[in-house]
């Protein structure tokens, strides 16, 4: 596994975002409000919106262009819409973020 370390979980703000540039694109890393971290290419599945500028609440999030809602453990769209985001994994320890980059399209595609 190839883990890079990205920053400090307090770098996030609680039901926001940070985007984090990579050689595969960029990545939305987020953060509920109950501090979980999740990490998805910051494209959404729809037409590529910013899912880093979207709305989060609960373990999703709601795109700023459309409103479609992705699950942010999966990173595939809430029905009734169809597709998904690539998901990357994550890991926080005492605090700090660790992301493991992969290319790759989306498992549920
Ligand atoms: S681009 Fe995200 S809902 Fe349309």
């Given at each position: 596994m190839d883990w890079q370390q990205i920053g400090l979980i307090e770098d996030i703000p609680r039901q926001g975002s940070r985007v984090v540039r990579t050689s595969s694109g960029e990545i939305a890393l987020f953060r509920s409000v109950d501090d979980k971290v999740f990490a998805l290419?910051?494209?959404?599945?729809?037409?590529?919106?910013?899912?880093?500028q979207g709305i989060v609440h609960g373990n999703r999030v709601t795109c700023p262009l459309h409103n479609w809602v992705i699950d942010?453990?999966?990173g595939v769209a809430v029905a009734p819409d169809v597709g998904c985001a690539h998901r990357h994994e994550v890991r926080v320890a005492h605090g700090v973020v660790f992301l493991e980059v992969k290319a790759g399209a989306c498992k549920a595609a």
């Open positions: 290419n910051n494209k959404c599945p729809h037409k590529g919106g910013p899912l880093s942010l453990e999966s």
